[in-house]
């Protein structure tokens, strides 16, 4: 039972058969063969050498098979998280230098030591600080990123920057020096690549296949742009009038890299490793629940953790970059009907073979298609219409959302995060710190009470019924007092003040000793303060505290006991209230 | 009206009398003749030369009574702000030296720029994210290192260190080397100090005065411990012998000083200087608001923000220290009689007058008994019963509490009190991101409905009212898709499930798009998803979004009204649903 949830693979190994076998089997080739292009081009959207994509497509899919908790997730380089992966390591060595690629791997290694860790100590939840505006904002905004970072690639031109501004700017001076064979050979890859995702599916479709069959054979077009530019760049020898190729890469399988042990390094990369990997968990998580929620299977996100850091782990010991769990790819392995983990160890089975075979044909492919590739995979990620629908239903979310976005546009992806996710906290704990509050009357004829400026309700004057719409504690523990007072002192006549508390689940120390001024203020007043609706486990920690003892009302189960019983004859109980408290000073 | 607000000087001038000036002259006398050691000590404390703390006691209580909104307090050098002033400066250069006296003026002008800003900004609620505990830990913890810092002058040996262990280290080696000259004159100037604390205001009590005049009285014993030893070292050329006195200070006023405009040093102290002006802030506007509520009167913090911002930038531009509200000093103020801020304007006379003719006198001023005067009021800092009080009620304020003194000794004030602040919202955020969670049932006989686990109530097996007792935000979305969805595969003859919402305060776009996949996942189970008792604003919020057009129940105002709507008939009413959902499907 606990040895299952830690190695998934004892679940389903033993029931596996030879039919799941021929669909996971299917499943791998065809991600295979969209997975080739995709590593090559994730590994230069990361300032690395194509084979380092490779390398990361093999070693990880398979431990993420044994240690995983999704049955269909495909990890690999992914766009956003070579992006930031290109971001870290830019700011400090020159990429596809030696230290460059070293710091690749740490990067791997330090991400995958980070997630083992945050799986074991069940540290998971920490995603859950990256909300969805935020996330969906930073995706957007690196895609807009990565689609700028690649049209040097496609024109031919030098350039560089980690940032919308540096990219544009960069581009700006170059548009002239443009190189013709190269453009003819990008734009060709793009516009085929654009047709395809739109007019091959309905065509295939029409051709009589099945919708999902037709999806996942369109998302395969890459291959064939990779297959038909690298013939023709061989075949005109376009790579000596000046087309980039991806030129000779080392063939085999890789070795084992040992990864830097300069503390400097660690501590220069330990933020982007933090990033990359709750970054990537965050996606990857999401992307898997989907796809396991379609089957009715559920994922372990602490287990992911461990799966997703294996992967991380094996990338960097084998010389690859920072991977996670790919969305197209991840869709393609399940609509291609993979049912087990297996698939993935297939696939990367898949991937080396070709490491092993094609190495050759791939020095005379175009960089320009590759770009193309980049381009069009992101054009999916970015999303103004979440941008529009976050504006509409909260401007604090979508304040979050902006900041991210202009930061990762105008600065660098780490900065548009971080400030994502500052933002998002201190917008919470600010409107926290000033909660709505609402005096209370009752809908008549009911036990109910509400707001007596949104519904008809019945008042009396001596008695008020507040509610704090929040829990009271640190920050708005002051607030509460002002918000009291003030109401007391703009109304004489009061004789009894109920604090309504359904919705405060918490009282810490600070607001405990803020009701104790508040009880005290009001009976200086000659008002005595009441609660009602105190939850449960509010009330258990209240017991014996001094406020308890020195509370001059009571407290109420529900608010309507508080007004038969505040009210029937609140004269003479007021009156009781006074000799009492004569009763206590004498 | 406006003006008033900005200038509350202009509230009491017009009407200042005889009668108020005889009393804010007497509260004047007092609080000078107490200033005055406290002004060399903290000054001392500081590690900064005595004028420095007379410079300090100067124009910023001029500028005070022309900006501040309270009535009584009394500023000037305080022990926890020095603490800090010498934390942030010891780091940074040589205690006494010309950068150090430098440094502390930047402090002080770079601490009254971020007050009058945060005043006219109107951030004073910043201040509101020190809880309680924090701050009482702080000051516990600052008490004790204030307190050991001063051994090394009552024994008359070396030593240094901004922290407890640095401290006793420093300490232990040179106890061998104690001054016995220094060490009698300390020893006996903090017996007197201990001894007039505990039994001089019983004594003049007995002798027939009042209890607020002997306790103002008992509060200027450390003036006559500097008086009796500064005479007998003096006479008996104490100096002579080794123990350290004041020496010469330079006599008259203080001229005009420019801060330093070095950038770097700006950065340095940035941190340092918006933990002093919080801190300072903090300790200031709870003793300004305990004097008000006295009397009746209320403080404006946000003006209060701009009174001491004020007076600091008065204390940095005349060579001074960063200054704040001292609380014994503002109640020997207070129970003196001072009625309006024009005592501390008279004090300031008072001070000046000191600073010119008393300055040869303090020459001779032992060191000790400056270190005993601190000793003696710092212990009254120390508060362990505030700490096993929050032990008590609550483990996460304690947690923050213990976080903030052990940092505080062990390492440095600055740290203790970031850890102080960040683990207090840390642990507000991990809580709100597990909230609390209860299945309701009906209170028989009523329309009230509670925890069915804490009392008495009614159910129906195909009707869950679940109950989340906090807002709906980023950081619990996934926790609340989690906890419905379990709840809902356990009870397999479910067909409701009402989500009970008083305690919903917000819910934001993450939990909107959770609600959305929540409603969708109970969709596909058969079970319809209601609401209850949404609070106005979250209503306001959700009208138009695609969740609630997609809702597959209803929304109830109460409880009661979704208990009968859903009871009478179910059976009806769930196949008329799957009806209706047919209908949609087909």
């Given at each position: 039972m606990k040895l299952t949830r830690f190695l998934p693979l004892l679940d389903w190994l033993p029931r596996y058969s030879r039919a799941v076998l021929a669909r996971d089997l299917l499943a791998a080739v065809i991600v295979?063969?969209?997975?080739?292009?995709?590593?090559?081009?994730?590994?230069?959207?990361?300032?690395?050498?194509?084979?380092?994509?490779?390398?990361?497509?093999m070693?990880?899919?398979?431990?993420?098979?044994?240690?995983?908790?999704?049955?269909?997730?495909?990890?690999?380089?992914?766009?956003?998280?070579?992006?930031?992966?290109?971001?870290?390591?830019g700011k400090l060595f020159e990429?596809?230098?030696?230290?460059?690629?070293?710091?690749?791997?740490?990067?791997?290694?330090?991400?995958?030591?980070?997630l083992v860790l945050m799986g074991v100590f069940r540290l998971g939840f920490l995603a859950n600080f990256l909300s969805h505006p935020v996330?969906?904002?930073?995706?957007?905004?690196?895609?807009?990123?990565?689609?700028?970072?690649?049209?040097?690639?496609?024109?031919?031109?030098?350039?560089?920057?980690?940032?919308?501004?540096?990219?544009?700017?960069?581009?700006?001076?170059?548009?002239?020096?443009?190189?013709?064979p190269t453009v003819i050979i990008g734009a060709g890859a793009l516009v085929f690549l654009l047709a395809a995702r739109r007019y091959l599916q309905p065509l295939l479709v029409r051709l009589g296949l099945s919708t999902?069959?037709?999806?996942?054979?369109?998302?395969?077009?890459?291959?064939?742009?990779?297959?038909?530019?690298?013939l023709v760049t061989w075949w005109l020898r376009l790579d000596q009038t000046g087309v980039a190729v991806v030129g000779d890469i080392p063939g085999g399988l890789p070795a084992l890299v040992m990864p830097s042990l300069d503390i400097t390094l660690w501590q220069q990369l330990f933020m982007s490793a933090l990033l990359i990997s709750v970054v990537g968990f965050v996606e990857s998580v999401s992307v898997g629940q989907t796809l396991a929620a379609k089957r009715r299977q559920r994922i372990d996100p602490d287990q992911e953790l461990v799966g997703l850091g294996a992967a991380n782990l094996?990338?960097?010991?084998?010389?690859?970059?920072?991977?996670?769990?790919?969305?197209?790819?991840?869709?393609?392995?399940?609509?291609?009907?993979?049912?087990?983990?297996?698939?993935?160890?297939?696939?990367?089975?898949?991937?080396?073979?070709?490491?092993?075979?094609?190495t050759p044909a791939i020095a005379m492919l175009p960089v320009a298609t590759l770009a193309a590739t980049i381009i069009v995979a992101v054009s999916s990620l970015i999303d103004f219409r979440a941008v529009v629908r976050t504006w509409r239903y909260s401007r604090a979310d979508f304040l979050a959302m902006l900041a991210t976005i202009v930061l990762t546009l105008v600065y660098s992806v780490e900065a548009g995060i971080l400030a994502g996710v500052g933002l998002s906290l201190g917008l919470f704990l600010y409107r926290t710190s000033r909660p709505h509050s609402a005096v209370l009357g009752r809908v008549p004829g009911t036990e109910h009470f509400r707001n007596v400026r949104r519904h008809q309700v019945e008042t009396r004057p001596e008695l008020v019924m507040l509610r704090v719409d929040e829990s009271l504690y640190f920050a708005n523990a002051r607030f509460l007092e002002d918000c009291v007072l003030d109401l007391v002192s703009s109304r004489p006549e009061l004789k009894h003040l109920v604090l309504v508390c359904p919705a405060v689940n918490l009282i810490d120390a600070s607001a405990l000793e803020s009701l104790e001024v508040i009880n005290e203020r009001l009976e200086n007043s000659g008002v005595r303060l009441h609660l009602s609706e105190v939850k449960g486990p509010v009330m258990d920690r209240l017991q014996g505290t001094s406020f308890l003892e020195r509370l001059t009302g009571q407290i109420y189960l529900t608010n309507f006991q508080a007004w038969q019983a505040l009210g029937q004859d609140s004269r003479m109980s007021t009156e009781q209230a006074l000799a009492s408290d004569i009763g206590k000073n004498a």
């Open positions: 295979t063969v969209m997975l080739i292009p995709q590593s090559l081009a994730y590994a230069m959207l990361a300032g690395l050498p194509p084979q380092v994509g490779l390398y990361a497509s070693l990880p899919l398979l431990l993420y098979a044994i240690f995983g908790s999704s049955r269909t997730l495909s990890v690999g380089p992914v766009a956003v998280a070579s992006l930031m992966t290109a971001a870290a390591l990429p596809g230098s030696g230290d460059y690629i070293a710091g690749a791997v740490l990067l791997a290694v330090m991400s995958g030591l980070m996330i969906s904002g930073f995706i957007t905004a690196s895609g807009l990123v990565i689609a700028a970072s690649q049209l040097r690639h496609l024109l031919g031109v030098n350039g560089g920057g980690h940032n919308l501004l540096e990219l544009v700017r960069g581009l700006y001076g170059q548009l002239g020096q443009s190189h013709w999902s069959t037709a999806a996942m054979l369109t998302k395969t077009a890459p291959i064939l742009a990779v297959v038909v530019t690298t094996g990338a960097g010991f084998s010389g690859g970059m920072p991977v996670t769990g790919g969305f197209s790819r991840s869709v393609v392995n399940f609509d291609a009907g993979a049912e087990t983990p297996a698939a993935g160890a297939f696939t990367a089975v898949g991937i080396a073979l070709a490491t092993l075979l094609l």
